[in-house]
């Protein structure tokens, strides 16, 4: 019956095409963007703000990309962490994106605590049906709203300490599952988040500051992207009905399993491996533009005709995550004497940009998962963690725009479809049966 019912499908697939020049004949804006290629405007936001480029007569005019944490530059953000005698620059950002302020000395200690204690250690498995971490990641967090003592309860309050459980159980979920043995507690209780991330990331494994340092920063320009990103955006729909904080998450990470969304970093790994069997320090900035040009004709690389980690939908001139990256890796880079294959990047990331823009005719740059998935390299990580951590890192501004949507008791998200169906009537013969055409 199965294999019927598909060949019926497939054989009814005309039923689902749109011509594509309809979009543009009823205005209809595809993936809310407009034709400018800036986004639909759908929300207000006071949490995070994305800066790429200025409209000078409806044209996008390129500029140094910024990314703003409740008033605050991520850069300034990144130098505090420096300052602070341990790494916390995660816990910094969270704290910051879900309360709105920089947290004092003591508020800091407690919310560490909490962010460390917070989960629960009853769900995490130590074998999972599903081969995919996101999936596993998006029925655990579903089951917590089965343990919960009251899921449904509505105040701020308690959607906000909600959340901060399934922040502080997230880390404990992945690693039980990819490592395949339950973890129960986290194991460095004076270290900070990232510290302990990356200790269960790697199995148990020494770190050096500067590797611990690098997923830190990581952790905090990968906590927010403003509300208009897939699945923040997915969150703040799922929000917008009242529905619990374990749906909305869960929704996001499902989000951020799609591969345009949240595995660029992954599919930057892959392509780092494919440069470093293709070319070479001794290769001439015309073989690397070369190879650029063949990845771009599907000649090389995977086949999709993308350079990733290149190019993105609002930065033109620069991504200010992907800057501190490349700055903090740089250290790492010399610490672990991969000098040479940084320098690699290097080169290709500006031939790669050099042949974006003559293709294109328009100003590109390298954005965030460029060196994302060259620090991940560099840190030993397996690449099925790398969306993962994103997800473990970007659950603090998932948190933070739930509470936000939730106080300001938006009206529910509901916009419209333009039907260019048919417009059928059903026959029926002198008795009342109806007739079917048999095609």
Same mark, same amino acid.
């Given at each position: 019956m199965s294999k019927n019912l598909k060949e019926v499908y497939l054989a009814n697939e005309s039923h689902n095409t749109i011509d594509p020049e309809l979009y543009t004949r009823y205005h209809v804006k595809q993936g809310l963007r407009n034709e400018n290629g800036t986004g639909v405007k759908v929300?207000?936001? $006071?949490?995070?703000?994305? *800066?790429?480029?200025?409209?000078?007569?409806?044209?996008?005019?390129?500029? #140094?990309?910024e990314l703003i944490y409740r008033g605050y530059s991520v850069a300034d953000l990144v130098k505090l962490e420096k300052s602070m005698p341990t790494i916390c620059g995660y816990e910094i950002t969270a704290f910051l994106l879900i309360f709105g302020q920089l947290p004092t000395p003591e508020q800091l200690k407690e919310f560490q605590y909490v962010i460390k204690h917070h989960y629960s250690n009853s769900l995490v498995f130590s074998t999972y049906r599903t081969a995919n971490l996101l999936n596993a990641m998006q029925i655990e967090v579903l089951k917590l709203f089965g343990q919960d003592q009251n899921p449904e309860n509505?105040?701020? @309050?308690? $959607?906000?300490?909600?959340?901060?459980?399934?922040?502080?159980?997230?880390?404990?979920?992945?690693?039980?599952?990819?490592?395949?043995?339950?973890?129960?507690?986290?194991?460095?209780?004076?270290?900070? &988040?990232?510290?302990?991330?990356?200790?269960? %990331?790697r199995n148990h494994q020494p770190y050096t500051k500067q590797e611990a340092r690098v997923l830190d920063v990581l952790m905090m320009v990968h906590a927010d992207h403003g509300g208009g990103n897939n699945s923040t955006f997915a969150n703040v729909v799922i929000s917008s009905t009242g529905t619990d904080i374990y749906s909305c998450?869960? =929704?996001?990470?499902?989000?951020?399993?799609?591969?345009?969304?949240?595995? %660029?970093?992954? +599919?930057?790994?892959?392509?780092? =491996?494919?440069?470093?069997?293709?070319?070479?320090?001794?290769?001439?900035?015309?073989?690397?533009? @070369?190879?650029?040009? +063949?990845?771009?004709?599907?000649?090389?690389?995977?086949? !999709?005709?993308? *350079?990733y980690g290149i190019g993105h939908a609002i930065y033109t001139k620069s991504d200010p995550r992907c800057q501190l990256i490349k700055e903090e890796v740089r250290i790492l880079a010399k610490e672990k004497h991969q000098e040479s294959t940084f320098q690699l990047m290097e080169r290709f990331e500006k031939a790669a940009v050099a042949t974006m823009k003559? $293709? +294109?005719?328009?100003?590109?740059? %390298?954005?965030? #998962?460029?060196?994302?998935? &060259? %620090?991940?390299?560099?840190?030993?990580?397996?690449?099925?963690?790398?969306?993962?951590? &994103? =997800?473990? !890192? $970007?659950?603090?501004?998932?948190?933070?725009?739930?509470l936000e949507n939730r106080q300001n008791n938006r009206k529910l998200i509901r916009p419209a479809n333009i039907y260019i169906g048919d417009k059928l009537q059903l026959e029926f013969d002198e008795d009342g049966q109806p007739i079917f055409d048999e095609h």
């Open positions: 929300g207000l936001t $006071r949490i995070c703000d994305v *800066i790429g480029y200025e409209l000078v007569d409806d044209y996008k005019k390129p500029i #140094d990309g509505d105040s701020l @309050e308690d $959607r906000m300490m909600k959340g901060l459980v399934i922040l502080s159980s997230l880390p404990l979920f992945v690693f039980s599952v990819h490592h395949k043995q339950k973890i129960t507690t986290y194991p460095l209780p004076q270290a900070g &988040f990232a510290e302990n991330v990356l200790w269960m %990331a998450i869960s =929704a996001a990470i499902g989000s951020l399993k799609g591969p345009k969304h949240g595995g %660029a970093a992954g +599919k930057v790994g892959s392509q780092t =491996a494919m440069l470093l069997k293709t070319i070479s320090n001794d290769s001439t900035d015309a073989q690397i533009e @070369e190879l650029c040009e +063949k990845i771009l004709d599907k000649k090389a690389g995977d086949g !999709s005709g993308l *350079i003559k $293709r +294109k005719g328009s100003t590109v740059c %390298a954005n965030v #998962d460029f060196y994302s998935g &060259f %620090a991940y390299h560099l840190l030993g990580i397996d690449q099925s963690l790398y969306t993962p951590l &994103f =997800a473990i !890192s $970007r659950c603090a501004g998932w948190i933070a725009h739930h």
